[in-house]
Structures are given as structure tokens and as C-alpha cells.
């Protein structure tokens, strides 16, 4: 699992989704057990993880192993983690990044809407699901603001966070990721379709309802195995 998170976190970096050293994964692996991506003594980084980097913490945020986390550091904003896993039974994996796209679609009063249907279906049915906004920009490094952010969250698997970014969750960290990727190209083709003077408009009913639903291991299997390959053919 320390492999997976550290190959999902080089897939959101290599993606643009968290650019430089911001961003991190976590997932839960027992009842009072989380893996997190964490800062290192030579950081150089999301997109150079390695699985050195992901670390036990109980969802206390305390480190499980007896010597502590070594010279490694827990995220900041590690409560925004636990607290959505915390509320959030059926999550087991939680993304959080910054993508630009994302903020600035949120800032130029865009919602992450279905405008798009078979383009990405995974993603048109997330955005016709909703993808609330949280509108706080406040660093989430506290129980408090994190619970702020789960509310605004609800049982939605995505929620933007303005001025800030967003965070994902799913089943796996496969599949939080590749839904902050649909969340992302939805909001770069908006800001396109902004930028060339058109109107945003939802899909119609009709044709959201005809989208087949493509979900299912495979299918993400699939969608990863693109992503890795792309990684590995396209070093950062
Ligand atoms: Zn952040």
C-alpha cells in the first residue's frame, strides 16, 4: 500500500494537480490505523515520492511506530485527513491537492457541473452527483476547521475548497485521484469554454441519463494503468 500511495501521489503531481512540494494521500489500513504521505528530511517534492515516505499514524494523529516517524513530519493539514475518515465510513483513501484550474473555476464563480457527458462519464456523473464547495481558505491543520470541511463535504466523494484546493476520497487511492482528475479536466474545460466567449450550460437530462455506467474495478483498472504508464514514459 506504501507503493500504491507513493505512485498515486506521482500521478497527481505529474497531472498538475500539485505542483512542487503541497499535496498528499492518505489511507486507512485498520480501525485506528492510517497511511500518510509525509514531508521527508530531503523533500524533493509530491512528484519524486517514494514509498519511504508514507507513514502509520493512528487516527490521532499519532505515529504508530514506537521511534516516532524518523525525519519525516506528518502534513499540516493531516486533520483534514482523519476527520473525513473519521466521519466517513465507506471512505477508506483521501486526496488532497492543489490544482489551479480548480481554484480559479471555483474564484471565477463556476461549479463543477456536468457540461460534458460521454467526454468523461465517470466525471459527468460525478459533477451531476454535485460537487460541493467548502468556502473556507484557511490551511486545515486543526480538528475544528477539518470538521468544517467534512461537513461541506457531506456524502459527496469530492468537495472544492476555495482559494485552496480540493479533496477527494475513495475506496482505493486509485480512485480518489482519478476523481480529483475528472474534477480537474471539468474545470479546465469551463475556464476554456469561458475564455472563448460561451455560455456553460448542464447536459441535457436526457442525455446524462443515457450514459452507460463504466464504474466498476475494471474500468478504473484500466483508467490506472494509463496513468502509470503515462508516469513512467513521462518522467517529471
Ligand atoms: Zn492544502
Known sequence: MRERIAVACRVMAARGLADGILGHISVRTGADEVLVRCRGPRERGLAWTEPA??????????PKHPDGLGGWSVPNELPLHLETLRARPDVTAVAHAHPPAVVAADLAGIAIRPIVGAFDIPGAR??????????????????????EMVRSLGDRPVVVLRGHGLTSTGATPEEAVLRAL???????????????????????????????????????????RHETTRLAAVPP
Open 182 to 224: 475528472s474534477v480537474d479536466g471539468i474545470a479546465r474545460l469551463a475556464l476554456a469554454v469561458r475564455a472563448a466567449g460561451g455560455v456553460l450550460a448542464d447536459l441535457p437530462e436526457e442525455d446524462l441519463a443515457e450514459l452507460p455506467d463504466l464504474g466498476g474495478s475494471f474500468n478504473l483498472e484500466v483508467a490506472w
Open 53 to 62: 515516505d508514507v507513514h502509520a499514524v493512528g487516527l490521532d494523529g499519532a
Open 126 to 147: 460525478l459533477a451531476a452527483g454535485g460537487v460541493p464547495v467548502h468556502p473556507r481558505g484557511v490551511l486545515i491543520r486543526s480538528r475544528r476547521l477539518a470538521g
